[in-house]
């Protein structure tokens, strides 16, 4: 059974930082492409970040770009995303994904495994 749990959100002042990671178990991690999204309520999910199988490519959204540093550990079996100068804008339920593929994506609906989200709520 595939699970992805995320932690490390929580309350932090515009212009600080969180890093959040994803604890993955029941797969093969190194054969998954990672990604992160974000939501709130009424909204679709957005793309955050994507990191290749072996981590050698990341993309990152618009909105985060130069913010957001995505990572992963396949030894772990663990991805990580640094963020910094966090805005209000920034809040949202933070989901990791992984899909069991060679290419990356920015596409939820490529996804299959997706995470129960971790809140990140940035307010002064």
């Known amino acids: 059974q595939v699970q992805l749990i995320e932690s490390g959100g929580g309350s932090v002042q515009p212009g600080g930082s969180l890093r959040l990671s994803c604890a993955a178990s029941g797969l093969t991690f190194n054969w998954y492409v990672g990604a992160w999204f974000r939501q709130v309520p009424g909204k679709e999910r957005e793309f955050v970040a994507t990191?290749?199988?072996?981590?050698?490519?990341?993309y990152y959204g618009d909105s985060v770009k130069v913010r957001v540093t995505i990572s992963r550990d396949n030894a772990k079996k663990t991805m990580n995303m640094e963020m910094d100068n966090l805005k209000p804008a920034d809040t949202a339920v933070y989901h990791c994904?992984?899909?069991?593929?060679?290419?990356?994506?920015?596409?939820?609906?490529?996804?299959?495994?997706w995470g129960q989200g971790t809140q990140v709520t940035v307010s002064s």
């Open positions: 990191i290749s199988r072996n981590g050698d490519i990341k």
């Open positions: 994904a992984a899909e069991n593929t060679t290419t990356t994506s920015q596409n939820a609906n490529d996804y299959h495994y």
